[in-house]
């Protein structure tokens, strides 16, 4: 029977998805993205799941695309039409990021050991990272003759400003930073594991639309923020868990929140 490329596990309101090709560091195939969207639509779908914890098996979290994937790999036959990356990437990529930058329950990336090219932006993709001290970050686009994709062109100026982003891209060298929290690799199980049971706890709807309105933010001005504010927040204000959280708040009692 054929190994499963992504392994699905729960726990209570959490679903973790393992990226299941160890023996070549998590990378890329047609199939392993297959079985992750595929993955991240059934969470998406499952009233249960309130958070996800995305991370990979074995000694990396996903070293980006394997280079010897028939989609991507260069024929070496004289005169063979090159293969069309951009065709990967609108197939198979695109529609990861956009995904997981949509989905409606809060996404944890637990690192372990290298996130490599695209393997690094889909880290950075998810709403909160947590990495253990052995895991390294490198946008390795450019060894290869490439730009950052996977939305990384997007999200680096993002977290780390335009100069920096730019030295991160084109030298292409390990950095251990860019992420929510640095942990110890023997904790980093057990720390991504609370983070997201205490997320899968909290108001979903609302760390949800948080998302959504900082990567909106990004593109206005002051005054249109402020009015997107009101809005988002006149929304957030009918819904039940808003009710539900005053309420505990009143009756000093722990909140529940259903709200998805």
């Known amino acids: 029977m054929t190994e499963p490329l992504v392994l699905i596990s729960n726990a ?47 000694r990396a979290f996903c070293a980006g695309q394997d280079l010897a994937d028939p989609s991507v790999a260069p024929d070496p036959t004289p005169g063979a039409a090159p293969k069309d990356l951009g065709h990967v990437i609108s197939t198979y990529y695109a529609p990861l990021v956009a995904r997981l930058r949509s989905m409606r329950v809060p996404v944890v990336a637990a690192v372990n050991g290298v996130a490599a090219g695209a393997g690094a932006n889909l880290a950075l993709c998810c709403d909160l990272v947590v990495a253990g001290r052995s895991a390294s970050f490198i946008q390795a686009f450019t060894k290869i003759g490439l730009v950052p994709d996977t939305g990384g062109t997007w999200l680096l100026p993002r977290l780390v400003g335009s100069a920096r982003a730019l030295g991160i891209a084109m030298l292409g060298d390990k950095l251990p930073g860019l992420i929510w929290q640095c942990v110890d690799d023997a904790a980093l199980a057990d720390t991504a594991a609370a983070l997201a049971t205490k997320l899968s706890s909290m108001p979903t709807r609302a760390l949800v639309a948080t998302r959504q309105a900082m990567a909106a933010a990004q593109d ?13 927040q006149r929304d957030m204000g009918n819904a039940d868990d808003y009710r539900e959280g005053v309420e505990a708040f009143r009756a000093k009692r722990a909140p529940v929140f259903k709200d998805r």
């Open 12 to 58: 209570g309101a959490v679903r973790t998805l393992s990226l299941n090709r160890p023996a070549a560091l998590n990378s890329f195939t047609t199939g392993l993205h297959a079985e992750l969207l595929a993955a991240l639509e059934a969470a998406a779908g499952d009233a249960s799941v309130r958070c996800v914890v995305l991370t990979g098996a074995g």
């Open 220 to 232: 206005m001005d002051l005054g249109t923020a402020l009015a997107e504010e009101a809005r988002i």
